[in-house]
């Protein structure tokens, strides 16, 4: 910083204040320390900043995703980060995996790193333990599955919805044999969408007792295999309900094993990679997670700008994706 205030002719507490975005500073001045600092390459130390910028701010957020891996997550990552890149912030991310250990890991190396703000995917039965954290005033937005245990914001997919939506679809074109194929029933997403399920064939009048259902399947190898077992008893389901992305690349995977994929109906909750090129292609109930993402950071920024109103929870709405394979008729039986 020294170096910078030699070569653009100013003090180092006028570097300071440039670097700091402080007010009061001439146009000309910030022109010639930009300038300075460009010519010798110079970064701030944003640790020894953090401790002399005016706000008391360090211009992050944290980020914990379910899975960097699933495109879900990924574009609720993206949608933070070209929010947060307009306002000079920048994001930390990691990854939950669904491990109550790992958030709270996760979420400890952001609180240290002074992070201005969190936006969540959380997994542990209670979120309690951030309860100091709202108190100090850091603005923590929850997405995709709501907290327990605190009141704060939170965004979210109306899952138990959407859920019944795809569950419906199937029932209008004379389904009766529909099975369930969840995804972990500690997680609250699943929970709701198996809820969803359940309550749209009661209202339909048709009995729950008979349908298949399989939960605590995770991703593609364990969904594959639960599909194969349906077709090996005596009543396989003439469609399936699958509640999760990776659940649903494991059904077509097994479905086009055994050459079913014409005669069984299928629809997924949230889309998957490549599902419109399918033959034939997949219908799914579509989740927005660039909206979560998006609407997620604008809540920390008006939490950070002063709006102090009372913990709001934003539902984004799904919406039914019609591509041929929700759309198959009952096969003959006999």
């Known amino acids: 910083m020294r170096h910078v205030a030699a070569l653009a002719g100013v003090g180092v507490k006028t570097v300071s204040r440039v670097i700091n975005g402080e007010p009061n500073v001439s146009a000309a001045t910030i022109a010639k320390v930009e300038a300075a600092a460009r010519t010798l390459d110079y970064q701030p130390d944003l640790h020894a900043g953090n401790l002399r910028r005016a706000d008391g ?59 201005d703000g969190l936006i969540l995917t959380t997994i542990s039965e209670s979120q309690a333990y951030l309860a100091p954290e709202l108190r100090r005033g850091t603005p923590v937005v929850f997405v995709d599955r709501e907290p327990a245990g605190i009141t704060s914001d939170a965004v979210v997919s109306d899952n138990a919805d959407g859920a019944a939506l795809a569950t419906r679809h199937l029932l209008e074109r004379g389904h009766r044999r529909i099975a369930y194929l969840g995804d972990r029933h500690d997680i609250q997403t699943a929970r709701e969408r198996h809820r969803g399920y359940l309550d749209e064939l009661g209202r339909a009048g048709v009995s729950t007792r008979g349908q298949q259902v399989i939960e605590g399947l995770h991703d593609e190898a364990t969904s594959r295999a639960a599909t194969l077992a349906l077709f090996d008893g005596p009543n396989p389901p003439t ?43 997949v219908t799914v109930v579509a989740q927005n997670p660039q909206a979560i993402g998006r609407i997620a950071a604008e809540r920390v920024f008006a939490r950070l700008d002063g709006d102090a109103s009372a913990a709001a929870r934003t539902t984004v709405p799904t919406r039914l994706l019609e591509r041929g394979s929700g759309e198959i008729a009952p096969r003959a039986e006999g």
Not at 251 to 279: K, S
């Open 57 to 115: 701010r360090t211009r992050t957020l944290g980020l914990l995703v379910g899975s960097v891996d699933n495109p879900f997550s990924g574009a609720v990552h993206r949608a933070v980060e070209d929010a947060a890149l307009a306002r000079g912030v920048s994001v930390f991310a990691s990854s939950l995996d669904d491990d109550p250990d790992r958030e709270q890991e996760a979420v400890s190396a952001f609180l240290r790193r002074r992070v």
């Open 239 to 281: 469609a399936i309900f699958s509640s999760q992305n990776l659940v649903t690349i494991g059904v077509i995977r097994a479905l086009r094993e055994l050459g079913r994929q014409h005669d069984t109906a299928l629809v997924g909750f949230d889309d998957v990679p490549l599902g419109d090129l399918l033959e034939p292609g």
